[in-house]
């Protein structure tokens, strides 16, 4: 019997349609003409560098987690680059045999557009409010046909590691932050209720996909999987430093370079646990790749995370 066939999941494809039609929401309903309180955090501390900064007083701590806010966003709308095309490829394979599973993943790749889109007003909302364009990452296009270029179940199982962090970002550090600006709470509670029917989507796809591969195609799957976090880890550590630069700007005062290590390190940490480590050592991701990884697999991706994590 393969990993992948050893864990029966408790997902289907039809309540997770049946939910996303449920809490179905539009761009006008959460952003409409609404603003960011430039007075309050955009971003909560458990995923900013901003309190960790001493050379920062508060008020600048609070702009930093603009400038952060607004890369965070990018970088999820950066991402879903890959993954509309990936489910909407995974969707056709089932046609009209399983109209639950082609409905079910057809209407996540939808979603998953809407969110690019949300996700690029709010980055335009965010450079009114600041007051200049923020220096963000691009390429994303050919950071998504890379990614579609590697193995589906590496592809698959990055997506569930961004799936599942989502959902623990915003119970463990959106939901109850009392300080945070209202429209980015009410931004990624959206998100998180769209996104919750897409881990466990995602959750039966990783399974089918490994369920079909041979170990070598494993094996593969696994090596093209740790390059694609050291690739995600360095594209984290150029948007940091766009976030020291975009902050000097918004502050309207350079930085010494004692200043500017201090705030990327911190910010750069932060990220790095936003977008790499609250995945991967997320509950239900490390119940899925245990379910289709061997033990031999499993100790090479830890092996590989220790050593750019302690980097």
Not at 26 to 31: G, P, Q, R
Not at 100 to 120: I, S
Not at 245 to 252: I, M, S, T
Not at 284 to 291: G, P, S, T, W
């Amino acid at each position: 019997m393969s990993a992948a066939a050893q864990k029966s999941p408790s997902y289907s494809y039809a309540d997770c349609l049946e939910k996303s039609y449920r809490i179905n929401w539009t761009i006008k309903d959460i952003l409409g003409d609404r603003e960011f309180d430039a007075s309050r955090r955009w971003l909560p501390s458990a995923l900013s560098g901003a309190d960790r900064i001493s050379c920062l007083n508060e008020e600048e701590r609070i702009k930093l987690t603009h400038v952060e806010m607004g890369a965070y966003s990018h970088l999820f709308g950066f991402v879903e680059e890959f993954i509309a095309p990936l489910v909407s490829a995974l969707g056709l394979e089932f046609k009209v045999d399983n109209r639950e599973a082609f409905d079910a993943l057809t209407n996540f790749a939808a979603e998953e557009v809407k969110h690019m889109n949300l996700f690029r007003q709010i980055r335009s909302k965010v450079d009114h409010r600041i007051g200049f364009p923020l220096a963000l990452l691009d390429g994303e296009k050919d950071v998504a046909k890379f990614v579609l270029s590697r193995n589906i179940g590496a592809g698959l199982l990055l997506t569930a590691c961004i799936e599942w962090f989502t959902q623990l970002h915003y119970t463990s550090a959106f939901q109850d932050h009392d300080n945070l600006d209202p429209l980015t709470k009410q931004i990624f509670k959206s998100h998180w209720l769209e996104e919750s029917q897409h881990a466990r989507m995602d959750h039966l796809e990783t399974l089918r996909a490994f369920a079909g591969m041979n170990e070598t195609q494993r094996d593969q799957a696994v090596d093209d999987l740790i390059g694609l976090v050291v690739a995600v880890d360095g594209l984290l550590q150029k948007q940091s430093q766009f976030d020291v630069e975009n902050l000097a700007k918004y502050l309207g005062r350079s930085f010494s370079a004692a200043e500017s290590k201090e705030i990327y390190d911190n910010v750069f940490r932060a990220k790095r646990y936003c977008f790499i480590e609250s995945g991967v050592t997320h509950p239900n991701f490390l119940d899925l790749f245990v379910a289709v990884t061997t033990p031999a697999q499993q100790a090479k991706v830890q092996g590989s995370l220790q050593s750019l994590l302690s980097s």
